[in-house]
T-cell receptor, first 112, second 113 residues
Framework: KAGVTQTPRYLIKTRGQQVTLSCSPI?????VSWYQQTPGQGLQFLFE???????NKGNFPGRFSGRQFSNSRSEMNVSTLELGDSALYLC???????????FGPGTRLLVL | KQEVTQIPAALSVPEGENLVLNCSFT??????LQWFRQDPGKGLTSLLL?????REQTSGRLNASLDKSSGRSTLYIAASQPGDSATYLC????????????FGAGTRLFVKA
């Protein structure tokens, strides 16, 4: 059974640009959550999607947005990139109502 | 606001030793608590999940306990091996305020052969 996949794995952008990251959950998992991991702040929750609807949202500015498609695949978008957005972005899926989250390998974003 | 603290931040032990990692949280209104391991530059691997109504969970050499009233969880690793070297993270999912998941900063474990 394939795990959670994230594309791309690595990305280099410059300040002011925008970026879109993609996450494909494990087959049958309809919930997808996104997290940002940095050395200074650790792992922080961005948002969770279930059935194409955002269910929860963390404390991030509106530049961070996401969506989920009917096949449960999810994308997150960051507009007007800042240096501080450099991080490992992780997505996790789960089979609702089960609670165990399964993480992908992450997308490492570097903003120059 | 939920805060999750993990102690110690780093730990180095010889192979074969039993060890305990600690996680504390400030708001006892939790839905569940999950322990993960993360290898350098990689994603997270789920180890154990404890529902708020449970006291402990076991998987192989791992045992996790939960004391909601005191806001504490421990992860016990028996007979540690060099392959256990990783960062261990605990994550608390609240049962209010949107069921958000809050992570601790992690404990970096190094098991010496």
């Amino acid at each position: 059974k394939a795990g959670v996949t994230q594309t791309p794995r690595y990305l280099i952008k410059t300040r002011g640009q925008q970026v879109t990251l993609s996450c494909s959950p494990i087959s049958g998992h309809r919930s997808v959550s996104w997290y940002q991991q940095t050395p200074g702040q650790g792992l922080q929750f961005l948002f969770e999607y279930f059935s194409e609807t955002q269910r929860n949202k963390g404390n991030f500015p509106g530049r961070f947005s996401g969506r989920q498609f009917s096949n449960s695949r999810s994308e997150m978008n960051v507009s007007t990139l800042e240096l501080g957005d450099s991080a490992l972005y992780l997505c996790a899926s789960r089979r609702v109502p089960q609670e165990t989250q399964y993480f992908g390998p992450g997308t490492r974003l570097l903003v120059l | 606001k939920q805060e999750v603290t993990q102690i110690p931040a780093a730990l180095s032990v010889p192979e074969g030793e039993n060890l305990v990692l600690n996680c504390s949280f400030t708001d006892s209104a939790i839905y569940n608590l999950q322990w993960f391991r993360q290898d350098p530059g990689k994603g997270l691997t789920s180890l154990l999940l404890i529902q708020s109504s449970q006291r402990e969970q076991t998987s192989g050499r791992l045992n996790a306990s939960l004391d909601k009233s005191s806001g504490r969880s421990t992860l016990y690793i028996a007979a540690s091996q060099p392959g256990d070297s990783a960062t261990y993270l605990c994550a608390v999912r609240g049962d209010t305020g949107g069921f958000k998941t809050i992570f601790g900063a992690g404990t970096r474990l190094f098991v010496k052969a």
